[in-house]
């Protein structure tokens, strides 16, 4: 599966920006999707997954309740809405694919086969 990121930004604190990731292929509905971000100078972390069905999600500590993932199979896309954004959220976006038939969400950089190219996002204060 091939995957583009897009919709990232410039964005001032407290806005909200929504960042998408397209997948190429027919079997978008059987990968669990995720969301990382790396702020500058900074390793590669977990901000969000969402399961096959999108029935199920899980998000990071640092974005619970200001972040949301979802997805569209019919549009074999996966969204993430970003609101109240701060300036260290700021960080490069990425989307990925977990293609393992393990059931449970997971939030491990490795656990993640397919990953897109990445979208900016800066939070000015």
């Known amino acids: 599966v091939q995957l583009q990121a897009s919709g990232g930004g410039l964005v001032q604190a407290g806005g909200s920006l929504r960042v998408s990731c397209a997948a190429s292929?027919?079997?978008?509905?059987?990968?669990?999707m995720g969301w990382f971000r790396q702020p500058p100078g900074k390793e590669r972390e977990f901000v969000a997954a969402?399961?096959?069905?999108?029935?199920?999600?899980i998000h990071a500590d640092s974005v619970k309740g200001r972040f949301t993932i979802s997805r569209d199979n019919a549009k074999n896309t996966v969204y993430l809405q970003m609101n109240s954004l701060k300036p260290e959220d700021t960080a490069v976006y990425y989307c990925?694919?977990?293609?393992?038939?393990?059931?449970?969400?997971?939030?491990?950089?490795?656990?993640?086969?397919?990953w897109g190219q990445g979208t900016q996002v800066t939070v000015s204060s």
């Open positions: 969402i399961s096959r069905s999108g029935g199920s999600t």
């Open positions: 292929g027919r079997t978008f509905s059987s990968y669990h």
């Open positions: 990925a694919a977990d293609s393992s038939s393990y059931f449970l969400l997971r939030s491990g950089v490795r656990e993640y086969d397919y």
